[in-house]
């Protein structure tokens, strides 16, 4: 007599995602690139225009701690296991596990779980590495850490698009190009220089991008201290962007496991 | 009886092409099934509903005494599926991929390590089990996802054509499986396959789909002998044929005659005495043969009989 039955939400949750986050600590390729890319604009950026734009501002304009936000957000934007689903369409895994009792929402959200471990793995040492240049948050430890979590929080909210994406097409290659989605996100912004300093259309095109309310929150996090307002739009930047990308991943999810 | 399976008008279409168009089975509690057809006649499109990967577009079908469309849930609980492509996922390893099927069927740590170890006898790939799924052989790959596939012990196992691509040794291991489940376990076995042999080798009963139809339907014996006792083979020039089949049908005492492309199957029921009327009829007509055998019916001659064609005709 089997003893088959349905594990439970929780079970099925934490099977999946523990094969994710296995599954990505065997594929370094796939996240490192996130990690030392960042890193590097990181460096290049401070060494070329630290002395420029602070020369241009008032005394005491950290442009370290003024870049350390945009280097996060890069390392933590668009990271997911979209490549690794597709993947597993093709290989017919995904119907394998569509054929057990796992619950089909579980598909999703177990890789999603895997995910933030692994945003938070890159975001740490990436805003370690502002600490060890001289970067002394105004907020403290504790700030440091809703720092950290912060980009956590954007990290998955972006994760819906690649997964919309994954479900929809099944297509390795259309899941690439979804790093194109993360171009006016990362660079119609307050990426290189603060608000004020920017003008003509760009200047409209930051107002719109919530990637500039989000490295707001970040930046007043290092930079100014509890600053509410800005944590607020910060907050409320993530939360819009999570809305339309898990919108658009689940109801991918639910085409893709329709049975029509 | 009790009824593992059961379709009633069971129809799926995709857009105007119907794949599966109408079929009504019955397969018994303990029973092995063989779902005997061409590439592209209806077969992976059916097990696909029954194993509530796809819905049907007409009709029912209930499996394990579930409704596929209504209790898919319970139906999934109480079923095993091999699918036609070894699916698995190339970097785990095979333990993590047999201890995560178990997981999601709810197996508590005790009864996932047990069923593994008994699974290890059955993939018999020794230390490779501890090796990502990716480095292993075809072979190696088709066994595991037969053992993926019966992790949770099921009442009903789906078999899509579980020996295609597989080397001989490896054929006759999955068939020596095949047979062990259902002897020792009772495990209903539904097996789709494209050889012939499989099916007369493995399945008590056997379901002859070509296009999205079931043809015939029966034991293999039953299957055969439909065809007749023996078979005439008259191998000529291919516009011989249906000229052969007007000077054949004139003898007496021949069964059925079938004309294909090349050749014309003579059904009879004592062949060793009808091929000497046959060869002088032939010769006496100035006909010039290629060759001329006598043999038992095999399945491919069920399919000629009853769609005209051979198999291989019918896939291409």
């Given amino acids: 007599m089997s003893a088959a039955a349905p594990a439970g939400f929780f079970d099925d949750l934490r099977s999946i995602s523990l094969r994710a986050i296995r599954l990505t600590w065997r594929d370094p390729e796939a996240f490192l690139p996130a990690l030392v890319i960042p890193v590097f604009f990181f460096v290049v950026n401070v060494g070329a225009l630290q002395k420029f734009v602070e020369g241009s501002f008032p005394a005491g304009f950290d442009y370290k701690a003024f870049q350390l936000p945009v280097a996060v957000v890069f390392a933590v934007t668009g990271v997911s296991r979209a490549n690794a689903l597709v993947l597993d369409i093709q290989d017919g895994y995904f119907d394998r596990l569509l054929l057990t009792p796992v619950r089909r929402v579980t598909l999703l959200l177990g890789l999603m779980s895997a995910d933030v471990v692994l945003i938070v793995a890159l975001a740490t040492p990436v805003a370690l590495l502002g600490v060890i240049v001289g970067i002394r948050p105004a907020t403290g430890f504790i700030g440091m850490v809703a720092f950290v979590v912060m980009a956590g929080l954007w990290g998955l909210a972006f994760t819906g698009f690649p997964y919309s994406i994954a479900l929809r097409t099944g297509n390795p290659t259309a899941v690439n190009n979804a790093f194109l989605l993360f171009f006016p996100f990362a660079f119609l912004t307050t990426a290189y220089l603060p608000q004020a300093s920017i003008t003509g259309w760009l200047a409209t095109a930051t107002k719109f991008n919530p990637t500039t309310y989000l490295l707001e929150g970040m930046r007043a996090l ?8 800005a944590i607020l739009h910060s907050l409320m930047a993530i939360a819009g962007v999570g809305a339309v990308s898990f919108s658009l991943a689940f109801a991918a999810l639910r085409g893709r496991v329709k049975r029509n | 009886m009790t009824s593992a399976l059961h379709t009633q008008t069971l129809t799926r279409r995709f857009g105007d092409n119907t794949a599966v168009d109408g079929i009504d089975l019955e397969v018994a509690a303990g029973e092995i099934y063989g779902f005997l057809g061409p590439n592209g006649a209806g077969k992976s499109t059916t097990v696909r ?64 390590r047990r069923r593994v170890d008994e699974l290890l006898v059955l993939v018999d790939i020794g230390d490779a089990i501890d090796h990502r799924i990716g480095t292993y052989s075809g072979g190696m790959k088709r066994r595991l996802d037969l053992a993926a596939a019966l992790v949770h012990d099921p009442e009903v196992l789906f078999l899509d054509e579980p020996t295609t691509g597989l080397d001989p040794s490896s054929r006759a291991a999955v068939w020596d499986e095949v047979r062990r489940l259902n002897t020792e376990r009772g495990m209903t076995i539904f097996l789709t396959t494209q050889y012939l042999e499989e099916a007369d080798a493995l399945a008590d009963r056997v379901g002859i789909i070509a296009r999205g139809r079931i043809v015939a339907e029966g034991t293999p014996t039953q299957l055969k002998r439909s065809v007749g006792s023996d078979l005439i083979i008259v191998r000529c020039r291919p516009g011989d044929t249906q000229e052969v089949a007007r000077i054949l049908s004139t003898l007496d005492n021949l069964g059925t005659i079938e004309a294909s492309a090349d050749e014309v199957v003579i059904a009879v029921e004592r062949g060793a005495k009808a091929i000497s009327p046959v060869a002088v009829a032939l010769s006496e007509a100035g006909i010039t043969v290629e060759g001329l055998t006598l043999r038992t019916p095999t399945l491919d001659d069920v399919f000629l009989h009853v769609t005209g064609e051979r198999m291989g005709e019918e896939a291409a």
């Fill in chain 2, 49 to 112: 509903m029954l194993t509530t990967l796809l819905l049907p577009s007409a009709g029912s079908a209930t499996v394990a005494g579930f409704d596929v469309r209504e209790r898919a849930d319970m139906v999934r609980l109480r079923i095993g599926v091999a699918l036609q492509e070894a699916a698995l996922d190339p970097k785990q390893t095979g333990r993590e991929l047999l201890d995560l099927q178990g997981r999601l069927y709810g197996l508590d740590a005790g009864q996932r």
């Fill in chain 1, 222 to 229: 290092l930079q100014d201290g509890w600053a509410w307002a």
